[in-house]
């Protein structure tokens, strides 16, 4: 995506993170390759994005404080919403979401995939039921799980 479509973008150790924003709302995140050119925040939120990246980058623990705008259907609004309530440092597995809203692994994993807030919205944090990673990003291996690897590793979970 040109930079354009990006009013941040945010060199981290495992991808260059770029930051969508709209008037006052956090819109996405993209995981870019690692050496994609860094973009200087071009807006307030833009830079209030990029300042508590870096709070978690910092402290696995931080707690964001965004004003998020989910745009999905409403089932994955509410997979959004249950994958929020992890913390920082646990896991769960796709499975139990899906037993917590009736509905089945595999759903929530798209729902999971379809998720453009990354990191704010810790899809990272499920997993397979048997433990494994299971996917990211849609992906079932290559970079995309390198970066939940990285993630579940700097949270510890």
Known sequence: MPASLYQAK??????????????????????LPPDESSLVPQNALANEACRQLQGYLADPDY?????????GTPYQRRVWQSIQAIPSGET???????LLLHSSPRAVGRACGANRIPIVIPCHRVIAKNGGLGGFMNARDGHPLA??????HHESA
Request: charged letters at 20%; zero cysteines; aromatic letters at 16%.
């Open 147 to 152: 970066i939940k690897r990285w993630l579940l």
């Open 63 to 71: 707690i964001f404080d965004l004003s998020l705008l989910f745009e």
């Open 92 to 98: 769960t597995s796709y499975a139990k979401i899906a």
């Open 10 to 31: 945010l060199a981290t150790p495992f991808s260059v993170l770029g930051i969508r924003t709209e008037g006052d709302w956090l819109t996405g995140i993209d995981y």
